[in-house]
């Protein structure tokens, strides 16, 4: 879709939990900040155990270091502790638990105990430290009997989380948020929790007990006044039955019974829609217990009827059942889903995801990567493209703002991705005023336009891109016809099959895509089949949008369709969700840039595959097709200010890209953090994508990993790096790059599986999770050999330095660089990072290994701070000394000097090299008949791209082979040769490229820099002569400002 727009959305569980005192039955509160509220939560802080009750054994609070803990001292017979009521029914029971000392005795076990009637009668979890073996138990009568036992070494004095879940007839025994034990008896429905131990002493904290389930209190079943239950699936994915649609009428009402089981503050979440176009928040009178709150609670406009969003308000609720009543204060209310209740704290939940790699999901082939309008013929840089898998592309034949896949430059671009070119037939098909033409549809303010203007035209380009040998590889005949054709769907219809007939006459190998519905239209699309089927223009591929703030049931929307084509006699044909994500509208947070949402939409992506989704592209957000500002930015991929820099969601598409082999089962509440994994036996990697989009809700997440696969484990472990990416948009416009290390390190493998808590993951945030067999070294940068460009070296000493110390390099100007060599005991392919220090006289540097361009730009300007840069992965293909060369690209206004300063670089080996040994190819660029060296012209040989310095200077290794070498430059014809690699390095002198020949000249300016107006001139050098350039659009100011030749002259910006 062409208009950007937006949703919020907020996933949220119920949870309940006792609270320490009594407060009046209704008062509000304006804080939206939540904790989940629990049966019991006890850490131990405050010295005081007196709920709990001794039966045995010597408890009592340890502390250490003002951390409180709950200890069982004794090391011979049974203790216990017990906590609770004797009616709690449901419920799970979990503590972090330390086994601290063992004595000489046979046996020696810890417990965690639930439905404890008495001393001969519960439930419990168990682990034997002898035996090292887990087990569900019961005690009944004074008997014991094992339910089932595992073996499970833990490691003595270490601390895990365990946990024993009773729900129903269901026990369920866990340790760090994987569940190890499952068996069915009804022996005991209620009873309190306690802890025990047997022969040695332990310690215990951190404990919890939840409601297993958690209630939602559906609109549907509330008591309603002047209001009716409505399900029409129209109005999107309404959660339950249905929701609550008020008369238009006053007096409108809506009341819940709630219960909870102590009295409390508490959150009220409300889900609701409201089209924007009512221009009204449609504000509801909140009454509890007959009390109402004297401020209205405001619903704030959504995009449309079918998308919810959620409202708060905080409450004071008793214990037992309260009434809450939502009243409306005009003629109608906003459409109500349900109602879920939370304690007002701070918002943070647990959710466990689990990796199982025994189940293979099939071949990873990351359908998800396509974009819209993302590329055109200058923008965004090549640097930003390459690293990506480009999938699919999806665009205008000819527009005058968005990229134009018919022009030479934009398709050679983009087909150089090896992308699938996705054609938009209709856009052009204007009359001169730029008004849409509608074929055989009466259009008041336009002339008439018959069919068969349209046919004439489809052919059109249908011939040009026959001519011009385009590869096109599906045709879509219109864009968003339910919005666009409305009520008048009769005209589309005709229209596709017109073009449909064109297509197929034209060539029957053509594709034809459609119909491209805005957002998923289940009748719509039967409707347009079963017209299709009946006349003989089924498309080739099925497509339609699904655009919104919030994640939608994708999975289910394919697997609908493909059964109803099933069942209607319709072989069913690959699907495409050719817009996905993006924001609703721009006033709010744009869900666009949320990472979180991103993961999301891939996960369920992915898994719709099975049902024959085959492509999917990520919906545009930054510009609207109509903004004459528009410019291809990968879709919001690329920094929107120079379009030259990734923002933090580029990481995650560039790992989305890595994510190769096969894909692997993911175990997740969808709801809370989605999942999607990836393991490949040849790079010896997986790649696990997780992704919270909320914007209210944090998660601690434990990461289970089950059946690691032999290729990733390395003397019994694993090493895995975490790193987070943010919303790369806030809410003051500015946009975050790149991602922050949460977690690095090697981790013991036992039984082929591992549980790792992972860092709280943050609202709107993704965390890319890769896992490897890796080795991991460090280098010292103060202890390296080093050479320079003849600035000021030196060595510092400051506590924050790895080691106490780092170097400094004082760089005086752009093209001054240092260079360190590092010794590589072993050909592979290596993770490196440095460790860089920030400070407000830094510069920027872009590193070359063994003279590649390695990562992007890294701005070391900033507060003073030791961060880590991940560069990316590297392959050495022989071991021995390798050179780490960092050049100045710039600085920020703000920093005092170019300076850098480097603490220390680390390589965790990802895979050991296979291949042959490699040599160096090196070459200049420079335009032809000139002395001037080309910058960042792109090489590509052997596969890969490289791309030349400020010298015009590149390097590229190479195993022994003969390679076709192409350099491009967007002003410059393309150059190719043939390069062969036998037992040397090869150096190519230099390469001078052809300047295209222009008629009329047009430049562009490639650094937008301003304070000039739109009618400033400047004087600009282009190769060897000065010419003077018209800017047509405000931009900052610079001390330089260059220009490159394009490829035509329609160009906006000379």
């Not at 008004?435 to 035209?457: A, H, I, L, S």
């Not at 596709?496 to 006459?505: F, L, S």
């Not at 860092?759 to 202890?783: F, H, L």
Request: aromatic share 10%; hydrophobic share 35%; net charge negative.
């Amino acid at each position: 879709m062409d208009k950007s727009k937006k949703t919020l959305f907020v996933s949220l569980l119920l949870v309940l939990s006792l609270l320490f005192s009594l407060m009046p039955a209704a008062s509000f509160a304006a804080t939206q900040s939540m904790v989940p509220v629990y049966l019991l939560s006890d850490n131990f802080e405050n010295a005081s155990t007196a709920n709990w009750a001794v039966e045995g054994g010597t408890w009592g609070t340890y502390l250490n270091a003002g951390n409180g803990a709950y200890r069982q001292s004794s090391l011979s017979g049974s203790a216990q502790s017990v906590v609770g009521e004797p009616s709690w029914t449901n419920y799970s029971f979990s503590a972090d638990v330390n086994v601290e000392a063992l004595d000489s005795y046979t046996t020696n076990s810890v417990h965690l105990m639930a439905r404890f009637i008495d001393h001969d009668n519960y439930y419990e979890l168990a682990y034997t430290s002898s035996d090292q073996t887990f087990a569900l138990r019961k005690k009944e009568a004074g008997t014991w009997i094992v339910l089932q036992s595992i073996s499970n070494p833990l490691i003595y004095d270490t601390e895990y989380n365990l946990k024993i879940h009773v729900n129903g007839s269901t026990i369920e025994g866990f340790v760090n948020g994987e569940r190890k034990l499952s068996v069915s008896d009804e022996s005991f429905t209620t009873g309190k929790v306690g802890f025990a131990t047997f022969n040695q002493s332990a310690k215990f904290d951190n404990a919890v007990v939840a409601p297993p389930s958690i209630p939602v209190y559906e609109a549907e079943d509330a008591e309603l006044v002047n209001a009716k239950v409505d399900s029409n699936k129209n109005n999107g994915d309404f959660q339950g039955s249905g929701f609550v649609d008020f008369h238009a009428k006053p007096g409108g009402s809506i009341t819940w019974t709630v219960n909870v089981p102590v009295a409390g503050t508490y959150l009220l979440e409300i889900r609701y829609s409201n089209d924007k176009n009512t221009k009204s928040e449609r504000p509801l009178i909140v009454e509890v217990n007959g009390i109402p709150d004297i401020d209205p609670l405001p619903f704030p406009a959504t995009a449309n009827w079918k998308t919810w969003k959620r409202v708060h308000r905080t409450a004071t609720l008793q214990a037992g059942n309260n009434t809450i009543k939502l009243t409306t204060t005009v003629n109608e209310g906003p459409n109500l889903d349900n109602l879920r209740l939370y304690q007002g704290t701070d918002a943070m939940r647990a959710t466990a995801v689990t990796i199982d790699y025994s189940e293979d999901w099939g071949e990873a082939s990351q359908l998800a990567s396509g974009f819209l309008h993302g590329i055109g013929k200058i923008d965004p840089a090549q640097k930003l493209i390459d690293p990506l898998a480009v999938r699919t592309v999806r665009g205008a034949t000819y527009h005058e703002r968005l990229p134009s896949l018919f022009d030479p430059a934009t398709y050679n671009r983009v087909k150089a991705t090896g992308a699938k070119i996705m054609i938009n037939a209709y856009h052009g098909f204007q009359f001169d005023d730029g008004k849409t033409k509608w074929p055989g549809r009466p259009v008041n303010d336009r002339p008439f336009t018959t069919y068969e203007e349209w046919e004439d035209y489809v052919r059109k380009l249908l011939d040009e891109a026959k001519e011009k040998n385009y590869d096109i590889h599906s045709w879509i005949t219109w864009n968003e016809p339910n919005i666009q054709w409305k009520d008048r769907m009769e005209y589309y219809n005709e229209t596709h099959k017109r073009a449909y007939n064109v297509i197929k006459n034209w060539d029957p190998h053509n594709k034809v895509q459609a119909p491209e519905y805005l957002g998923y239209n289940f009748q719509g699309l039967k409707e347009f089949l079963l017209y299709c089927k009946e006349n003989n223009a089924l498309p080739d591929i099925l497509s339609w949008h699904e655009l919104s703030g919030a994640p939608l049931d994708i999975e289910g929307h394919t697997l609908e369709i493909k059964n109803w084509m099933l069942e209607n006699g319709i072989t069913p044909m690959p699907l495409a969700i050719t817009e996905y994500q993006g924001p609703w509208e721009l006033s709010d947070i744009n869900q666009g840039y949320d990472p979180g949402l991103s993961v999301n939409y891939i996960a369920r992506l992915e898994r719709s595959e099975q049902n024959g989704l085959l492509y999917a592209l990520k919906g545009n957000t930054q510009w609207q097709g109509d903004n004459p500002d528009f410019r291809a930015g990968l879709d919001e991929l690329a920094d929107s200010a120079t379009l030259s820099e990734p923002t933090s969601r580029w990481y995650l598409y560039y790992w989305y890209g890595h994510a190769t082999g096969r894909k692997v089962k993911t175990i997740q509440n969808k709801e809370q953090v989605e999942a999607f994994a990836t393991s490949d036996s040849e790079a010896k990697r997986s790649i696990i994508l997780l992704g919270n989009p909320d914007n209210t809700i944090r998660y601690d997440t434990p990461l289970n990993l089950k059946d690691i696969p032999a290729y990733l484990r390395n003397a019994g472990k694993v090493h895995i790096r975490v790193e987070s990416v943010e919303n790369t948009k806030t809410k003051n416009g500015k946009e975050q790059q790149g991602t922050k290390i949460e977690l690095e390190g090697n981790y013991a493998v036992t039984d082929n599986a591992l549980t790792i808590a992972l860092p709280t993951m943050g609202t709107d945030t993704a965390y890319i999770v890769k896992v490897t067999p890796g080795t991991t070294y460090e280098y010292q940068a103060e202890s390296l050999s080093q050479t320079n460009s003849g600035a000021n070296y030196r060595t510092v000493s400051e506590t924050p330095a790895s080691g106490g110390s780092a170097a400094v390099y004082e760089a005086n100007a752009v093209g001054d660089w240092v260079k360190y060599t590092i010794h590589v005991p072993s050909a592979g392919t290596y993770n490196l990072k440095a460790l860089l220090k920030k400070d407000d006289d830094k510069g920027i540097s872009q590193l070359y290994v063994n003279g590649a361009a390695t990562g992007n730009t890294v701005d070391e300007y900033g507060p003073f701070l030791y961060t880590d840069v991940d560069y990316g992965d590297v392959t050495f293909s022989q071991a021995g000394d390798q050179t780490l060369d960092f050049r100045i690209t710039g600085k920020d206004d703000l920093s005092s000097s170019y300076s850098l300063a480097f603490d220390k670089f680390t390589l965790t080996l990802i895979a050991p090299f296979s291949g042959s040994p490699t040599h160096t190819v090196t070459g200049a660029v420079y335009a032809k008949d000139s002395t001037i060296p080309i910058d960042e012209a792109r090489v590509t040989i052997g596969g890969s791209t490289y791309y030349t310095n400020g010298q015009g200077k590149f390097a590229a290794s190479l195993a022994n082979g003969s390679y076709d070498l192409t350099v491009q430059k967007a002003v410059y014809k393309p150059y190719t040769t043939t390069v062969d690699v036998n037992g040397h390095g090869v150096d190519l002198g230099i390469i001078e490229l052809t300047p295209e020949t222009v008629s009329p000249t047009a430049y562009q300016i490639s650094e937008t820099i301003g304070g000039l107006t739109a009618s400033s001139v400047v004087a600009v050098s282009i190769l060897d002569s000065t010419h003077t350039v018209t800017l047509k659009a405000p931009v900052v100011p610079s001390t330089s400002v260059k220009a490159e030749r394009l490829y035509d002259s329609r160009e906006d910006c000379a």
